[in-house]
Structure formats: C-alpha cells, structure tokens
C-alpha cells in the first residue's frame, strides 16, 4: 500500500465513520422507530390523552417535522390539527378515561369549534388554554427549526455516504485491497470509540449530552417546555434515550458489516501479497537462471 493509497485510506475511514453515524441517524427518522418508540414509552399517565393517541399524535408529529415542509397550508400540518381536534373531542368526551382531565375552559373551546371556527384557530384557542391540549407557537416553533436543520443537512449527510462509497470503489479499482481492508475496519473501530465516549457521558449525565447536543441547532430557550406538556407527553425523556439507542445500534449494526468487509479485504490482499511475492520469486529465479546459461 503506497503513502497516496494510505492517505485516501485513512481519509476513507474518516468518511466512513461519519457515514455509519449518518445512516444510524435515518433509522430514528424512520416512521416506524418513533412508531414503536411512542408505543413503549408515551403511556398518557399524567396527559389529557389516552396511550394510544399520545402515540398516534406522535406519529403525525414526526411526519410535520422530518417528511413535510411546515409551510402554511401542507397536508402534513392539517394533519397534526385534524388529528390533535379528534383526539381532543374523543378524549374530553363523557365517558372517556381522560374526560376529568379537561378544565370548563378546554371543553367551552371545544364546543364553540362546532359552530363554523375553523380547525386551526380550535387548535390555538386549545394551546393558549394549556399546552397540555395542543402544541402551542412555541412547540410549533421548535418542530419548524427541527425540520429546517433536518433537510438543511440532509443533502450534504447523502454526500458523506456518497463520498465512502466512492472511495470504497476507487480502491477496489487500483486493486489496492490492503486500503479497503483498513478502511473498512478502521472506520467502524473509530465510531464505536466515539460512541463509547458518548455513550459513557450518556450515562453519567444524559441530560447534560442532550443540552450540548441541542446547543449545535436551536438557541437556548428554544427546546425546553413543560414536564406536562403535549409535546413533553409525546416525546418523553426516554423516548430519545430510546432514539440514541436505535442511532447508536443503527450504525454500529452497519460497521459490525463493514468490519466483515475489511476482514474478506484483508484475506484478499494477503492473496494478493502472496500472488506479487511468488511472482517475483519466479522472476528472480529466471534472471538467475538465465546469467547461468550466459556463463
């Protein structure tokens, strides 16, 4: 393995890395991992809403933040309100399990929305009673800045794996199998170490990871809302240690398959290494063998 070939391979397993992180990352996006992750954890104690629509308010949510554009007027954002005004109704209706957690002001909100008030001003009048009913401006606002940092980073995310694979390629090309077999392994080895760090300050102090963690996109302020809040209800804390454990098992689940790819790479470059030193002992033995016949 030449010193350019060593350089591309190191720069490789540089870009490999974050491209594994960047894959465990897809897999909280995904809609059936919020999906199974609401299901476990937004059990509706304490919240207006039952369990299961705690969990299907999660899932329209996830699709207003990470697949629609917030834009006045998407489905997606209709879909939140459509969703969070039948979940309100079935919720404060008599004989719900959750009727009690309604105030007079919540259920006057409610009954005025028959009359010809639009679903969106229902949703807001709902919000400003208690953000316990429906995601007020501020949590709207948050899930606007998570979609915008989300696609913001999408493309150049699609690029980093892009980058792996192409130079993944390159070196299967020149044939430089020793390269791909470092690459391959040292990528998924240099995440696992990051993610041991994390993971480590993780359980000393999750809290912590998450407030640095949320410090790179939003300003401070910005994603803190009450314990009792819908959003808080739907998105509890151990709902995004689940999340770290999906990105994390994503992405190491993907290097253990990298790692196995290095390890055919580097049998073959041994093969290889064994090919050029047998080849070269043929060759010396013939230049020898020819000065003899000179001699």
Not at 76 to 86: D, Y
Request: a negative charge; glycine letters at 8%; one cysteine or more.
């Amino acid at each position: 393995m030449g010193s350019s070939d060593s350089i591309l391979a190191g720069i490789g397993a540089t870009i490999l890395a974050v491209a594994l992180a960047v894959c465990g990352f897809a897999f909280c996006c995904m809609p059936a991992t919020t999906h199974w992750l609401a299901s476990q954890v937004s059990t509706g104690e304490g919240s207006p809403y039952t369990h299961d629509q705690l969990v299907q308010l999660a899932d329209v949510t996830r699709t207003y933040t990470v697949d629609q554009n917030s834009i006045e007027g998407s489905w997606a954002g209709c879909e939140v309100v459509a969703t969070t005004l039948e979940c309100a109704r079935e919720a404060s209706a008599e004989g719900s399990p959750k009727a009690d957690q309604w105030n007079a002001a919540a259920k006057e909100v409610l009954a005025q929305s028959v009359d010809d008030i639009s679903p969106d001003v229902t949703v807001q009048k709902l919000s400003e009673v208690s953000d316990r009913y429906a995601l007020d401006s501020a949590a709207m606002t948050h899930l606007d800045d998570c979609y915008r940092a989300i696609s913001g980073v999408s493309s150049w995310l699609g690029m980093i794996v892009v980058a792996a694979l192409l130079v993944v390629i390159l070196l299967f090309v020149r044939k430089q199998f020793a390269a791909v077999a470092f690459m391959l392994r040292a990528g998924p080895v240099f995440l696992v170490a990051v993610l041991a760090i994390l993971g480590l300050w993780a359980v000393i102090d999750f809290n912590g990871l998450f407030a640095v963690f949320h410090s790179f996109f939003f300003e401070d302020g910005t994603w803190t809302f009450p314990a009792d809040s819908l959003l808080i209800s739907m998105y509890p804390l151990d709902f995004w240690q689940g999340m770290a454990g999906v990105w994390a098992a994503g992405a190491i689940g993907l290097g253990v398959l990298c790692f196995i790819g290095g390890c055919a790479a580097s049998w073959r470059a041994k093969q290889q290494a064994a090919e050029l030193a047998a080849e070269a002992a043929r060759a010396a033995k013939k230049t020898k063998k020819g000065k003899k016949n000179r001699g």
